[in-house]
């Protein structure tokens, strides 16, 4: 896979490269954001890992400006910072992932293989999904309200597709966990619930009381009212 490398300390900018390189990706690197942004916007990179504290341009920023011009680019962010605010907020600019400082170089390889995985299963044909008054396109990342245009991140639609393919039964958190993340379902983790607030913020008339994507109490997620 075509891996784009944008993390600002040397040190670990080289591991990285040699971890990557020696797992079979083709990696190109850079080391400020507005480097690494160029870079998205005009190459063919078919991943992003991205640091969040970086030189010139911070990793929520270039992440919110590639979401509007390539919102089907798989983004793994990494961050020293472990407070859940500073991960929703990557969550709401658009990343599909994040991995907190330090790690594990075998977690970092599952984790970018996951998103190739789900990268390469992007369907060919059209995904437009009607409900409740929101128009879902599912294939280019993309959803409208009524003049309210909005992207979405490839988890987004990616749990959409879900629970949309199984519409009459609730989806258990641990299944989301392993289908959309590609990591295993009994980790300890919020993601999935982070990432279906912020996901409601877009698609909802009222994401205090959703609609599409409801709550099953003890259980997880289900699609709602398909009209």
Known sequence: MKVLLVEDEPALREGLLDLLRGAGHQVQA????????????????ELLVLDLM?????????????????P????????????????????KLG????????FG?????ARIEALA???????????????????????????ARGKSQFTLTGKEAAILRWLHRHKARAVPR???????????????????????ANLRQKIERDPEQPAIVVSVKGVGYAWGNPK
């Open 72 to 91: 089907e680019l798989p983004i793994l962010m990494l961050t020293a910072r472990g407070s859940e605010e500073d991960k929703v907020k990557g969550l």
């Open 105 to 109: 170089p075998r977690e970092l390889l």
């Open 30 to 45: 850079a080391a400020d954001g507005m480097t690494g942004l160029k870079l998205a916007l005009d190459g063919d990179a």
């Open 174 to 196: 641990a299944e989301l966990l392993e289908q959309v993340w590609g990591t295993r379902g009994d980790l300890e983790t919020r993601t999935v619930d982070m990432t279906i």
């Open 117 to 143: 995985r789900r990268a390469k299963k992007s369907p060919s044909e059209s995904e437009i999904v009607e409900v409740d008054g929101c128009s879902l396109d599912l294939g280019r990342c993309q959803g």
């Open 54 to 70: 970086l030189p010139k341009l911070d990793g929520l920023e270039v992440c919110r400006k590639l979401r509007r011009s390539r």
């Open 95 to 102: 990343a599909d992932d994040y991995l907190t400082k330090p």
